[in-house]
């Protein structure tokens, strides 16, 4: 799931969809960011990325890692300026998770 919130003036959600990802035959990241940066976010809160989302994002939105932490943490956490920003890719490029449960 993506989830996309407004912090002010208070934290609340305003949208929430199905991953992209998810079904991307390739450029995985890139399909959740792009779909994020349409719906009009420009901040992303991401527990990992890979050097081809990292570099499609320059210049497009900012970046915050919030890995282990749940998204209402990690919203919360950002809120209070705790969230570090995500200066480079912390996944390898090309890198694939098992999405079957």
């Known amino acids: 799931m993506v989830r996309i919130y407004e912090t002010e003036p208070s934290i ?8 992209p990802a998810m079904t991307a035959p ?3 990241g890139i399909w959740m960011l792009r779909s994020a940066l349409d719906r009009g976010a420009s901040i992303m809160i991401v527990s990992g990325i890979g050097s081809h989302a990292f570099d499609f994002l320059d210049g497009k939105g900012d970046l915050y890692i919030a890995a282990g932490m749940s998204v209402e943490d990690a919203v ?9 920003k995500l200066e480079h890719p912390n996944h390898e490029s090309g890198h694939h998770h098992d ?3």
């Open 26 to 28: 390739s450029a995985r």
């Open 12 to 19: 609340s959600m305003i949208e929430q969809y199905e991953n």
């Open 99 to 101: 999405h079957d449960q």
């Open 76 to 84: 919360e956490n950002f809120t209070l300026g705790k969230l570090p």
